[in-house]
């Protein structure tokens, strides 16, 4: 199985601020990477597919990078509605993993 | 729109079975490219994958739940169903259907979900 680590499983940050959030991969994915949001109560949502390609519909301030092992999420300026927990997705091979988890809250 | 709902019991026993099922509405659920799919969440904790099924009956499981897991389809109903046997309160979650694309151009992934069904395993 291909285990996904996620970094930092927490982070506190303010409006406006930059944030990066990390998923390593126990081993070469190439791009087969997504990332999703998900708010308290509610269903995660798709931000990102393809390591770097935005869902339709989501703001540009969300980006993706990465490929093979190291691969990130960054939110350029930071929104009252961004602060959520972020999850990471692997979709090269059976079983699924998702990352661990990373709750974005407001300093 | 597409939309799925997920429905079942919310309390079980443990050792008892848990059935779920998933009822696609607003689409077809014998549409080429997507597989339908299981993801559960304790409460406070991350997300894990349980398994996807095509229509056609293709299944994949997570090993770590393969032995007490089947989902099935039923074409007819437009519903696809999880059962998990042998529940403990390991198994409590909040369990979600979702629907996940693959195609060819590396652009997979969880694109619909549920709202999401809380199943609490309690004596």
């Known amino acids: 199985d291909i285990q996904m680590t996620q970094s930092p499983s927490s982070l506190s940050a303010s409006v406006g601020d930059r944030v990066t959030i990390t998923c390593r991969a126990s081993?070469?994915?190439?791009?087969?990477l997504g990332w999703y949001q998900q708010k308290p109560g509610r269903a995660p949502k798709r931000l990102i597919y393809?390591?770097?390609t935005l869902q339709s519909g989501v703001p540009s301030r969300f980006s993706g990078s990465g490929s093979g092992t190291e691969f990130t999420l960054t939110i350029s300026s930071l929104q009252p509605e961004d602060f959520a927990t972020y999850y990471c997705?692997?979709?090269?091979?059976?079983?699924?993993?998702f990352g661990g988890g990373t709750k974005v809250e407001i300093k | 729109q597409l939309q799925l709902q997920e429905s079942g019991p919310g309390l079980m026993k443990p050792s008892e079975t848990l059935s779920l099922t998933c009822t696609v509405s607003?689409?077809?659920?014998?549409?080429?490219?997507?597989?339908w799919a299981w993801i559960r969440q304790p409460p406070g904790k991350g997300l894990e994958w349980i398994g996807n099924?095509?229509?056609?009956?293709?299944?994949y499981y997570n090993p770590s739940l393969k032995s007490r897991v089947t989902i099935f389809v039923d074409t007819s109903k437009n519903q696809f169903s999880l059962k998990l046997s042998s529940v403990t309160a390991a198994d409590t979650a909040v369990y979600y259907c979702?629907?996940?694309?693959?195609?060819?151009?590396?652009?997979?992934?969880?694109?619909?979900w549920g709202q999401g069904t809380m199943v609490t395993v309690s004596s």
């Open positions: 979702a629907r996940y694309y693959t195609g060819n151009s590396r652009d997979d992934g969880f694109d619909i």
């Open positions: 607003g689409g077809s659920i014998s549409s080429n490219y997507y597989y």
């Open positions: 099924i095509y229509y056609s009956g293709i299944t």
């Open positions: 081993q070469g994915i190439t791009i087969d």
């Open positions: 393809a390591a770097y």
């Open positions: 997705l692997q979709y090269n091979s059976y079983p699924l993993t």
